[in-house]
């Protein structure tokens, strides 16, 4: 039956059929190696990549996670739906929810990443011997993402780790779909419908998909010799036209917009560069990527060996995706120190604080000797101080967030007085072109816990109106809602987050209190939280700078009802203004509200240095360590001339960084923001 | 043979499925908790079917709704009533609704309640949508809603012009005498101005001159003659520290302006520099204009604002009116209308009925903006008698404020925060010939829990006969393309009436 078959196949054609099997198999042959060994490779680059990803950023992954929302409900994904790309915006979203564990998310990531890769090959034609330049597009994904940085939080789109990924992805499916379509007339009607479907989807990803149809079009015109212009034309009128065509069917964007919805938002413009460049890189390469390709497959005597071009390019791409990933120890500092905060583990704040500090000290010492030595060698004092400037960045600083969160929880910990002087001190510049201002970190936390509640509030609400919803923001304005005993109110927020995945126990178990004050009242964190709420209501507006305003709210008339929890973190905000009257004016509430049998060390650095600075030493019980140590700051001054405050910070921190004479005369003219 | 079988079998297996009213119950002596609460109230008789949820546990539910001989049976612990089934109840007559919920294989059959159709209603109201925010406005639409349905659309969002670094605040809706023809709103900032719609003609206008305030702000729109009284304001916003009023809003000044459609030019009405004058309200001749003032003396200087702050909850508002010519635009003298000011209390949002008798308004111990203040509530005075009182049918412990009159008098919508004390929702309420009001009832939506999920707040809810046709793209490209005119000043022309 077989060979009746082939004995009717023509001659001519046989012979044509085996050339083509021998040309296969010698190719397979000659490509075998190479496919293995970069298949192996990019195993390899994804498994470290993961693992990058999972242990070293997984606070980074978390944050996202965290400002991100996903829910389970109708409702959700209908308003997602209000915006060409909102289908896209709701599968970008589902998927950024897993990166609540960071192995989970990272590693599905990583799937849709490789995944790009293979379709992309696929869709371009690229030549297997350049087949390493079909991870442009993931390094292109992971640098959006990973140089992402303190722009996490000015992110106005809540899918924008998953999102581009599965966009790009969407680019690839008309380019792949339309190779299977044989007659011109049905490929130009595919394209119209697919960019009147997508459109509505996946925004400007539909858009990218139907030019790059057009563009694959051209160069299949060029390699066949084919004059018919009709699937590019078609698809630049498409993707013109259909945009134009939807506008009319929104009231949710400007119809300039209309050819870029879909992309990632920020609500900053001088981010606005800074974050869109790679998206909108990668969908130019999306579209010209088939006569990239095309110029590719038409080198037909390549003088560089494969493996050496697969090897150049995945170089670059590493090296490149590793120039742009985000690398700052005090925000993965902040982070892991927010996440403390968040599930209210002050002491584990604290911890990660220290660690971060102690982490550095060998590196500090080391740039302290180079930076001797440089100054050694040095010839004016100008040029010592151009030193001291340079290798300022080169010693550990904690961002002013951070030295914030530190305060908060070792006042839930009743240790502030005693250990926030003996803590490094600071107010590092964050590693960005653009400030992210401390309140769109860390407003609703701080004002939640230190008993500001309609402060949260605010911070919440504007988020939410910013940026939309999120993950953080919905259990804020729980928490809010149960501090103040609006159980209806809290009860919208609980329900939203029941709607989660990863977030329905916890509302659970908030929805257990809600209704049930004195049950609130013994439990954790609204225990620790209502003794701050002791204060007379005054009108106020915070001017997006938290630190001043806590300080301000703190020094500010005392409560008639003030308890020692009030007067503890009055006393603190009142030493770190430095401001002497301040401080002996919270010291007298401070003693008179709280119980003590010695005063903590801090408070007795503060009263012996400021009695000694107004010559009128107050007669205090002060510990003999305490005398000990000023006698010895003293002496250590007389000794140790300063040139200036930079350059001696540093061994004067080594004797003394741990008392409050080191605070009062090195930590000075700090920038809160 | 075998087909007709078919379908027999499967209507009856339909019907097997359909709810049906169980036989044996245990009578349960109040009426059944639901949410929305439209238990034994009265409704338009051109209103979208009044979903809602049963809120008792159970595992099975079951609702009977009759109205004389039609009945209508329902299943499920979310109410929808068909709309189709629902004017066929309406048009019988009250309608009686027995709920039956199954608990522990025990049917508990719930005190009937009834739902009265009355008067007709105008079949569309128009509002805007917010997030209750301090500061921020990122995405605001003004809406109008279908209330005969559950059709929504959008008038205008600022989404339609903003970019990032540009963003338009949108507010004060208004309509002349229920007609969308001649209605305005304003835009701020990015591409602002006030968008009036005259005659169907769109016009961007710049209120603001060198002898007022600022633009105008909250408008009235006269109802016979081409004109708009606004009142302008220096306007600020601050946070409660603690409380239960989380924000303030506070004028620094405030004066009232006539706007001459006509002659695009602005004219002052009242600008007592001791007095914050504000929310204009016409009467339906349009021969007197009711607003709210407050008496504040301290100097124009560096500190005003911030006095302004310490003093907030001292600054009273009170009921005043004047009487004005409309054909010579001559203005009487003011006289207060109610010193509530004197009694320790704050009167704003003035609003007359259409038959001129009675005047409502919200109030509360302190302030202007109410929306604010939990303690606001609904107050109303009769104007043939000045008799004043707190609307109490209407009110809740929480805020009620924004509230507008149907165009037949028979009906009032307002703003209240009473479900949740953040969220504003807007309720309805039937007047009675008496002068009180039927219990009010939440604007109907098709999904009974939409006000427990929605996270945005009505704001300004305002009575329509009829929708705006203008579309959204058109105040768009409008707003996009055209510059704010300015307009003149024109004197004020004054007399006494006496």
Redesign the interface.
Known sequence: MVFSAFSNFPKRDFSYLWKKIRAHAHARNIMSRPKKELTGACLIFAALLWAVLAFHEECFLRKVEDLSLFMF?G?FILDSLQIPGGILSVAGSFLTQFLHLPWLGSLIWILSLLASARLTAKAFDIPSRYSAFSFIPAAILVISNMSLGYGVFIMRVTDHFFGPTLGYLTVLIPVLAVRNISRRGLKAAFIVFWACIAYPLTGIYAIAGTLSVGVSAIRKRTESGSRTVILPVVSAVTAFLIPLVC??FY???????AWTIGLP?????AW?AQIGAPYYILLALAVIAPLLSGLLSGNNEPKTPAIAVQIITTAVLTITVSAFWFRDSNFRTELAMSEAIDSYDWQKAVDIFSKAADSRSRSDAKAYDARTSKISQARSNDEIMDITDRFESRFFEPTRTMVMYRDLALLKLDKALDQAFSMKDGGRAQKSRTQIPMAFQSARQLYLNY?????C??WC??D???YG?SFSTLRYMAEY?IV?H?Y??A??YL??LSSTLFYRKWAQSRKELTGNTSLINITEPYRSIAPY?C???????DMVKPEVFLIN?FLAAQPVMATPEYDRAALLFAMRTQDINSFWERLMYYVNSNKFDRLPRAVQEAALLYSSLEKDVMELQYDKTVRDSYDAFNRYVNSHPIRSLKEASYPYCKQFGKTFFYFYYFIRNLQTY | MKRPLFFLNLLMMLAACSPQVPDITQSVENAPSIFPDYTDVTVPSNIAPLNFSIEEKGDKYVTLLTSGSKKVTLGGDKVIIPAGKWNGLKENGPITVQVYVRRDNTWYGYREFTITPSDEIDPYISYRIIMPSVESYERLSINQRDITSFKEKVIYANQMVQDESNGQCINCHHYRNYGTDNMQFHARQYLGGTILSIDGQLRKVNLKTDSTISAGVYPAWHPTHDYIAYSTNKTHQSIHSIGNNRIEVTDEESDLILYDIRNNAVSIIENDPKQFECFPAWSPDGHMLYYVSAYYDAPFDSKRKDQVFINYDRIRYSLYRKQFDPDTRTWGPSSILYDCASEGLSATLPRVSPDGRWLMFSMAPYGVFHIWHRESDLWMIDLRNSTVRSLSELNSPEVESYHSWSSNGKWVIFSTRREDGAYTRLYIAHMEKDGTFSKPFALPQHDPDFNRTFLYSYNIPEFMKEPVRISPREFASFISSTQAIPVGYQQKNERNYE
């Open positions: 409900n409702g506008y009319n009231t949710s964007f400007r119809l300039a917009d938002s920020i609500s900053d413009t606005s008993g500001l509640e309609n402060m509030y605010r609400m504007e939410m109106v910013e919803w809602a103040t609006e209806e109110l009860g919208k329900d939203k709420m204060f007379e209501n005054r009108m106020s507006n709210h």
